[in-house]
């Protein structure tokens, strides 16, 4: 022999089931035939289940990091000859909900206690709710902060009111960034909050126009400063700036596009009509303005809300 050749290849196991049994002798005093004793139960996550912790972590993560609805989770257990209703499956997620608030508490404490933070909203349809139509809109409310170990906090909410986002926020003093959504205006008369806009909201409304545009106009003028600022976010990311190095850095470099961006906006602003796409961009944007350029504040603030928004 001379040597061997090694050729490498990955096999499949399918996922299996075991069943864990708890054995607890009993005892009685052989006399008397009294006084038994059996020793308790460990602590259980749901006492009343046959699910283990290991079998109800799966059921959510394929739920919500894999987007697996009950449904198709009860149809892949049925494949594999084991019945698992998906009555049972949604009562271990609501019953594990209810073990998770505490942490959910401990989490807004968390982000609220630290002076930058980030907010936004989504729709999302329930289908199935008490007192209201499958076709209502609801939305989930998304929160995040804690510095360099950022807690993330989801909350559902029926409305898209601005006083659920008051509410959670309630107590909060620094950086608050979100889109310009009005349900954020609250924070505007809290003299301890100061509001940073979402240059990526900005941005879009010019590349929206770009994509259905035959020619090169305003808009591929207004992206050209955006990918300036951009780029200059890739540099501090690439050499793996502190806050400190990209605070510098933004305004030795990022000041002066904003400057000359500042100066096509408002010479633009008037040769362009009020309901045209473009003039609808340039209008946002500088109506915006002071709140798109408040992450030169400081070097731990995005330059937008992406991290949300993804």
């Not at 912790?53 to 697996?68: R, S």
């Not at 289908?127 to 995040?144: A, F, H, M, P, Q």
């Not at 898209?160 to 960034?177: D, I, M, P, T, V």
């Not at 700036?241 to 100066?263: D, G, P, V, W, Y």
Request: glycine fraction near 6%; proline fraction near 4%; charged fraction near 25%.
């Amino acid at each position: 022999r001379i040597g061997e050749a090694v050729t490498e290849q990955i096999k499949y196991i399918p996922e299996k089931l075991s069943v864990v049994q708890h054995v607890r002798p009993k005892y009685a005093c052989k006399p008397c035939q009294e006084n038994v004793k059996i020793a308790p139960m460990p602590s259980l996550l749901l006492p009343k289940s046959l699910a283990t912790p290991e079998l109800v972590a799966h059921t959510i993560i394929a739920k919500y990091c894999d987007h697996i609805p009950l449904y198709r989770q009860q149809n892949i257990w049925d494949r594999l000859g084991i019945d698992m209703p998906r009555s049972s499956l949604c009562s271990w997620l609501l019953k594990v909900s209810e073990l998770c608030e505490p942490l959910v508490k401990l989490l807004r404490k968390h982000i609220i206690a630290y002076d930058y933070a980030q907010a936004d909203e989504t729709t999302v349809q329930v289908l199935d709710e008490v007192g209201r139509s499958n076709k209502t809109k609801s939305y989930i409310w998304c929160y995040r902060g804690g510095g360099t170990k950022p807690g993330i906090v989801y909350e559902y909410q029926e409305t898209r009111g601005g006083y659920h986002a008051e509410e959670f926020l309630s107590g909060f003093k620094g950086y608050l960034q979100s889109d310009a959504y009005s349900g954020y205006n609250f924070a505007n008369k809290d003299d301890g909050i100061i509001r940073v806009g979402c240059m990526a909201h900005a941005r879009r409304k010019f590349a929206d126009i770009i994509k259905i545009s035959k020619t090169n106009g305003l808009a591929h003028e207004a992206i050209k400063f955006f990918k300036v600022l951009y780029k200059i976010e890739k540099e501090a990311r690439e050499s793996n700036a502190t806050s400190s190095e990209r605070f510098a850095l933004r305004n030795a470099k990022a000041k002066t596009i904003l400057t000359a961006f500042k100066a096509w906006l408002d010479i633009n602003l008037t040769k362009t009509p009020v309901q045209s796409r473009i003039g609808e961009a340039i209008r946002y944007t500088l109506s915006n303005w002071d709140l798109l350029n408040n992450y030169l504040k400081d070097g731990r603030i995005e330059i937008d809300n992406n991290l949300l928004e993804n």
